[in-house]
């Protein structure tokens, strides 16, 4: 191996070490944003702004995306876009099996501007489409 190979396996080892000697403050960043992400999801901003980027909820936090999606995937195995889906479909499971919406006010209640990216996401984590979820849980 050369020095410049040695270096950067030292530098990544150092740069990962931090999530594990900082437990606490990894702890209260990933509390945190849950909360960011869980205030934009409920206070209606879904529909003014959109579905959050990992750049504006980094921001919230003060902390740069990218040391956000790596104190999330030393965490949890998952990036940032990654909780913020998986938040999103929850939010639709969640009407989809309360509600009497169609799937593309549903879409449109969650932020997408287009309903068959909302369908196109869900079918690609549920495993199926929202009506035949809608189906199955009714």
Known sequence: MCSAEIFLIYAERFYERQFFTRKK????????????????????????????????IAGQLNISPNYLGSLLRIHTQQN???HIQNKLIDLAKERLSTTNLSVSEIAYELGFEHPQSFSKLFKQKVKQSPGEFRRAFN
Do not use: A
């Open 80 to 82: 940032t876009q990654q």
């Open 25 to 56: 403050s990894s702890h209260e960043c990933w509390e945190k944003f849950e909360d960011v992400l869980s205030q934009h999801f409920t206070n209606g901003n879904l529909l003014e702004k959109g579905i959050p980027s990992v750049k504006s």
